[in-house]
Every structure is written in C-alpha cells, then in structure tokens.
C-alpha cells in the first residue's frame, strides 16, 4: 500500500506565500515523477506542476510558471510545492500524485498518468 500525505495548505492573503509537502509511504515503488493537481469548485481537476523524480527535470502550467516551484528531496520521498504570489484563482483543493516507472511514453500533464493520489489539502486566497 502506497500513500501520499499532503500538508501546508490554509488561508493566505493575494501576495502571499504558502509551502506544500507531500511525503509518500508505505510499500516502496520506483517513480517516475510526482507532482501536483488543484481542483476549484465547480471546475475539473487540473495539471499545476510535476518533477521528474530520477532527472529533477520540471514542468509547469502556464497559470504557475514562475510563482510556483516544485522540487523534491529523494532520500525522504517527499515532493514539495512553493507558491509565492498567490492569487485568488489560485484557491483550490491541492493533489500531490506520482507515477510508477513504466516503459511506454507518459503524458505527465495527463491527470490518468497518474497511479497514486493523495488526499487533498486546501489553499484559499483571499483577495
């Protein structure tokens, strides 16, 4: 069993900062990446950024790019999320997820790439 822990969402006012962690445990498995999702009410889930876990290599959405950075630390298993800047419309429910190594060509962006989900942590930015 596979589990991915969020934490470090909350309130903050536009122009501010908050710091996500995601730490993932249990039964060990090779990743390919992790990275984040947000999903705001009344609207789908959607990509935010995801790290290439062996190369570091990271990709953004167009909305984050250059407010959001994504980095991780291999030896505690744990991706995290800086994002400064924060904006209203950056209020969401926040998903870290990672990917198994798998031999076929991955969609990184593609919410289905995805084999392990955690459970979600709330940012909310007050304008």
């Known amino acids: 069993q596979v589990q991915l822990v969020e934490s470090g969402g909350g309130l903050v006012q536009a122009g501010g900062s908050l710091r996500l962690s995601c730490a993932a445990s249990?039964?060990?498995?090779?990743?390919?990446?992790m990275g984040w999702f947000r999903q705001a009410p009344g609207k789908e889930r959607e990509f935010v950024t995801t790290?290439?876990?062996?190369?570091?290599?990271?990709y953004y959405a167009d909305s984050v790019k250059g407010r959001f950075t994504i980095s991780r630390d291999n030896a505690k298993n744990t991706v995290y999320l800086q994002m400064n800047n924060l904006k209203p419309e950056d209020t969401a429910v926040y998903y870290c997820?990672?990917?198994?190594?798998?031999?076929?060509?991955?969609?990184?962006?593609?919410?289905?790439?995805?084999?392990?989900w955690g459970q979600g942590t709330q940012v909310t930015v007050s304008s």
């Open positions: 790290i290439r876990w062996t190369t570091g290599v990271t």
């Open positions: 249990g039964r060990t498995f090779s990743k390919y990446a």
């Open positions: 997820a990672a990917i198994v190594v798998r031999i076929r060509p991955i969609n990184l962006w593609t919410m289905g790439e995805y084999d392990y």
